[in-house]
């Protein structure tokens, strides 16, 4: 991965469920830890520190990484009680259930709480991811397993309302605070100067291996995808750099381009976006209804959107399909555009939208 090696993190996904076992492990064995193991998705584990900050209540600060990630440096704390809290924000605590034992999470202060349909999460819950609320089940299975108890834990993050600031939350309808996040547990870095130093030497590898072909993956979904159907060496995940990566193809001999992506970010690329990630800006939602009525004579009028998943609630299955396979098209012309303004060597593209395997292909 180039001469540097980037520095990985741990999502706010995990931090939060470090603070959680600390505060249950305390509640159930009367001991006070200042590290937590944490069994990730994957079945790997990472170590945490945490700080008792009082009865049942733990702290931990999100470490350093390469990532472009807002979070860096945020004090993440949960408080374990045994009645319902007061004077929180309006919301619904999420339910975790461990055996006879209930656990309700609520968003104290600096977690955001749900206020709009389309997230992962329904709207007046906290903005506590499924992986992260999968995580805190898993981790907290062994401590309550054979208990009776019904809990109350507030999750809160110091200067969280400030943080999200920086970040779509208001934009997307996650008000007061940051979302606890993650899929994996672990932050991939994606710091700009080093990760595309990482690409450059993994095309290196690619092109010795095949020099033919080359498949851009961005996220975790669509890299998991692509090792099922291509050779790891020549799959490369890209972040969000998408035309920067492309740039960097024009001293290979590559012929043909593979993208492989989810709907959202197929739908950026498709409107022009360089880089996809959210601080370069927020899929344009009147375009997309421009796309519907015009290209495929659905009209969804004034109604208004924040995600793309709102939208595709909105279509049936085979108008749904339509707009895929229209965004999909589109994907690829941005792509063949790019790629001829690089004068790279490529001559067909593919793009996949994920997950609905839908495929669109150009040559020239």
């Known amino acids: 991965m180039g001469n540097k090696k980037l520095k990985s993190g741990y999502t706010t996904g995990t931090h939060a469920t470090a603070v959680l076992v600390a505060a249950l492990n305390e509640l159930v064995h009367g001991e006070e830890k200042n590290s937590i193991e944490v069994t990730l ?48 924000k309006p919301q619904k605590p999420s339910t975790i259930t461990i055996g006879s034992s209930t656990l309700f999470l609520y968003a104290g202060d600096g977690v955001g709480v749900v206020t709009k ?24 299975a062994s401590l309550l397993k054979n208990k009776n108890l019904q809990l109350h834990a507030v999750v809160s993050v110091e200067n969280g309302e400030e943080i999200a600031k920086q970040t779509a939350n208001a934009k997307v309808g996650v008000i007061g605070g940051i979302s606890i996040l993650g899929t994996k547990g672990i932050v991939k870095p994606i710091s700009a ?4 130093e990482s690409i450059k030497a993994e095309l290196n590898v690619a092109a010795e291996e095949n020099p033919d072909i080359i498949v851009f993956t ?35 001999p590559f012929k043909k381009l593979i993208f492989i992506t989810a709907s959202a970010k197929t739908t950026k690329v498709a409107q022009g976006f360089k880089n996809t990630h959210n601080r ?7 375009q997309v209804k421009y796309f519907l009525k015009t290209k495929l004579g659905i009209d969804l009028k004034d109604q208004e959107f924040v995600t793309l998943k709102a939208v595709l609630e909105t279509l049936d299955e085979k108008r749904k399909n339509l707009f895929i396979e229209f965004i999909t098209q589109e994907a690829a012309l941005q792509l063949k555009s790019w790629a001829t303004t690089l004068e790279l060597s490529l001559h067909k593209i593919e793009t996949t939208t994920l997950p609905y395997n839908i495929k ?3 040559f020239w």
Not at 45 to 72: C, L, Q, S
Not at 123 to 131: D, L, M, S, Y
Not at 193 to 196: G, Q, S
């Open 41 to 88: 998705p994957d079945d790997k584990t990472a170590t945490i520190e945490v700080k008792r900050v009082g009865k049942f209540h733990y702290a931990t600060v999100k470490g350093d990484n390469d990532d472009i990630d807002v979070t860096k440096g945020a004090k993440i704390s949960l408080q374990l009680l045994n009645t319902p809290p007061k004077a929180l």
């Open 117 to 140: 349909k389309g997230l992962k999460i329904t709207p007046k819950h906290p903005a506590i991811n499924p992986t992260p609320l999968l995580m805190m089940q898993k981790n907290s």
């Open 193 to 196: 100067t080093a990760y595309l």
């Open 218 to 252: 961005l996220g975790n979904t669509a890299y998991d995808y692509a090792k099922k159907h291509f050779h790891e060496s020549s799959i490369i995940e890209v972040g969000n750099f998408v035309y920067d990566a492309l740039g960097l193809l024009k001293p290979y």
């Open 280 to 286: 370069y800006g927020s899929i344009d939602f009147e």
């Open 360 to 362: 669109k292909e150009l």
